[in-house]
């Protein structure tokens, strides 16, 4: 139903016959919507008497506020924030109780520039090229718990993390399109290629409670460092206001 509501939406948009035309010096305020994302996944695992149910649920939204100026009237250059907050929360249950519980939130914030080029600057369908660059810090917790052993060897796990010094860069490489919605309001449509690269510092404290008394009996904390790269397929929307001269 859902996917039927935007094809239709997107129908209707693209229904509209508004034209624009491009000058050196107007204005183009925007945001793109990389993606957004969000799921929540159940399952059932029974291993002879004893079912286990897993409940897992975790999003993420990449935002990409943008401003930027025509130094031609075709060609835009200008500068992008970065917003992307992210979340996941997985637990596990066995006859009614929770045996394990793992929770992260993150939250990447940069900003960079980008430059548009568009193949004509007059028209309703405005296909463009674009190339940007943006990089940023990293904020990450996590949080969890694991009850294990059976009595009298029973215990309790619990743990708490948090990152420090973490950044990232990302560089893309996008084409796509903008319906022009009204003389001054576009639609962007595009894909294109991304690559990522992160790095990051945690901190840990796990806490160990033998017999589940209530009594820590046990504490070790220890630090990771990390370094990921990514290549990928980007495909996202955008809106643009465009503006002219102040």
């Excluded at 294990?148 to 029973?154: K, L």
């Amino acid at each position: 139903m859902r996917t039927t509501t935007s094809i239709c939406l997107l129908l209707f948009l693209f229904s509209f016959h508004a034209h624009a035309q491009f000058k050196k010096g107007d204005r183009m305020v925007g945001a793109s919507i990389a993606s957004i994302f969000y799921n929540n996944t159940t399952g059932d695992v029974t291993v002879g008497s004893v079912t286990t149910h897993s409940l897992n649920k975790n999003y993420s939204i990449s935002i990409g506020p943008m401003y930027g100026w025509f130094i031609t009237n075709k060609t835009v250059v200008g500068g992008t924030l970065n917003i992307n907050p992210t979340g996941q929360t997985v637990s596990y249950e066995s006859n009614g109780n929770t045996y394990q519980k793992d929770k992260t939130s993150g939250l990447n914030l940069g900003a960079g520039a980008f430059a548009r080029s568009y193949f004509s600057n007059d028209g309703s369908f405005l296909p463009f090229g674009q190339f940007a660059i943006n990089g940023g810090v990293i904020q990450q917790k996590t949080s969890g718990f694991y009850y294990g052993g059976t009595a009298p060897s029973n215990y309790k796990l619990t743990y708490k993390g948090e990152s420090s010094s973490g950044s990232f860069v990302n560089i893309s490489a996008l084409a796509g399109v903008t319906k022009m919605l009204s003389e001054s309001v576009g639609l962007d449509i595009y894909v294109g290629y991304n690559y990522s690269s992160t790095k990051n510092n945690f901190h840990k404290t796990t806490q160990y409670d033998l017999e589940v008394d209530g009594t820590i009996d046990n504490e070790i904390k220890s630090e990771s460092s990390s370094t990921y790269t990514n290549h990928g397929l980007l495909v996202g929307i955008g809106l643009q206001i465009f503006l002219g001269k102040k």
